[in-house]
Structures are given as structure tokens and as C-alpha cells.
């Protein structure tokens, strides 16, 4: 079965740091891999999709990466503004079934 | 405006009732899913399904039913045979791959219902 685990849990970061969140998974026959930000008490919003033949995406300020042998996923975030502080949580697609594991989030505070 | 509705946003629950959470969708996804979501940890996917009339079990289906009549709609029945349905239920949806080297299966989530047992 896919485990996927997420460290740190926690971050604290001052405004304007560059900041790195880990995502790492133990089955590498993935068919893609997503991170998603939640705010508190709402649904998931997607930031980025990889899929399994590409190494990294980027949007804005954000670029993941993805690195299947090793089982790990990296989600860089440049420049950190307090609108950034979420959780934020990544998730692995098995192979071309429809199932989903997520991981259990990196809870991000950026302080003013 | 294309997106993924739920209702209601809370709900109580007595002991020994069903109820039932709704969820919408107007993107004319294929794929619909249901997961749970317990504090400080991840989604468990709880029923999912790829086509109207069709759905399959997740993780932790048990204590749990599903119906998918129409394409936009999947609701969600948490029965009494579930003895602990206090959490954040999340309804998603998304397109099917066509099995090809583009897959647009990005998955759309709705705000969620929280749901407390009294």
C-alpha cells in the first residue's frame, strides 16, 4: 500500500523567506503527484500537478519537484507571504486506478 | 460559475440516524470522489466512482453509502453502522485520463460539510 509523509508538520517562517515543504511516497509506480493548499475549515485547492515522466512544474512563486526513484516530491515556495500561510498537502496517484493518497500536510505560518 | 457545491456546510447528527451529505458538480467530470478528513491528518478516501451507476469502495467504505444517478451528482449516506462519523467530509471530482501522454486529471475539490455526532 502507498504511504505518503509529509515533513516538517509545522513551519514558521519570517515574511520573505524562501522555504522548501517534503513530500515523500514508498511505492515509485506513480502516475502523478499533486499539491494541494488548504485553509482552515475549507476544501482543497490544487497548486500543481506533475506527472510521472516530468521532474518538476512551476507556477509563480511555486515550483515542485519530483524525483519517482527516490520517492520524494519538494514544493519551493519563493519569496513567502503571510497570504501563504496554510496547510498545505500533497498527493499520490496510483498508477491509472482512480485512488488518491494524500499525505498528512505541512501546516505553514508566515509571520509579518 | 464552474465548480463543486456541498450542502450543508454543517450538520449534527443524533446517535442512530442516517444523513445524507450532498455534493454537485457542473464541470462534466467523469470521476467523482468522497474522503474523510480527521484534524492534523490526510484525506481517506472513503467511496469514488467513474461513471454514472458505477462506484467502488475506498479505504474506510464501512458504515458508509454511495449513489451516483446522475453525472453531476454523488451523495454521500453516513449510516448508523459507522461508529465514528464526526469529521470533515471533502467531495472531489475530476476527468478520466484518455490514457495518453496529457492527462488533465487535476482534482477539483468542493468547501466541505463538517459533521458532529450529538
Known amino acids: 500500500k502507498q504511504e505518503v509523509t509529509q515533513i516538517p508538520a509545522a513551519l514558521s517562517v519570517p515574511e520573505g523567506e524562501n522555504l522548501v515543504l517534503n513530500c515523500s511516497f514508498t511505492d515509485s509506480a506513480i502516475y502523478n503527484l499533486q499539491w494541494f493548499r488548504q485553509d482552515p475549515g475549507k476544501g482543497l485547492t490544487s497548486l500543481l500537478l506533475i506527472q510521472s515522466s516530468q521532474r518538476e512544474q512551476t507556477s509563480g512563486r511555486l515550483n515542485a519537484s519530483l524525483d519517482k526513484s527516490s520517492g520524494r516530491s519538494t514544493l519551493y515556495i519563493a519569496a513567502s507571504q503571510p497570504g501563504d500561510s496554510a496547510t498545505y498537502l500533497c498527493?499520490?496517484?496510483?498508477?491509472?486506478?482512480?485512488?488518491?493518497?494524500f499525505g498528512s500536510g505541512t501546516k505553514l505560518n508566515v509571520k509579518p | 460559475d464552474g465548480g463543486i457545491t456541498q450542502s450543508p456546510k454543517y450538520l449534527f447528527r443524533k446517535e442512530g440516524q442516517n444523513v445524507t451529505l450532498s455534493c454537485e458538480q457542473n464541470?462534466?467530470?467523469?470521476?467523482m470522489y468522497w474522503y474523510r478528513q480527521d484534524p492534523g491528518q490526510g484525506l481517506r478516501l472513503i467511496y469514488y466512482?467513474?461513471?454514472?451507476?458505477?462506484?467502488q469502495k475506498g479505504d474506510i467504505a464501512e458504515g458508509y453509502s454511495v449513489s451516483r444517478e446522475k453525472k453531476e451528482s454523488f451523495p454521500l449516506t453516513v449510516t448508523s453502522a459507522q461508529k465514528n462519523p464526526t469529521a470533515f467530509y471533502l467531495c472531489?471530482?475530476?476527468?478520466?485520463?484518455?490514457?495518453?501522454?496529457?492527462?488533465?486529471?487535476?482534482?477539483?475539490f468542493g468547501p466541505g460539510t463538517r459533521l458532529t455526532v450529538l
Open positions: 466512482s467513474q461513471i454514472v451507476n458505477d462506484f
Open positions: 464541470l462534466n467530470h467523469d470521476a
Open positions: 472531489a471530482s475530476s476527468t478520466l485520463t484518455s490514457g495518453g501522454t496529457t492527462s488533465t486529471d487535476t482534482q477539483y
Open positions: 498527493a499520490v496517484r496510483r498508477t491509472l486506478l482512480l485512488k488518491f493518497y
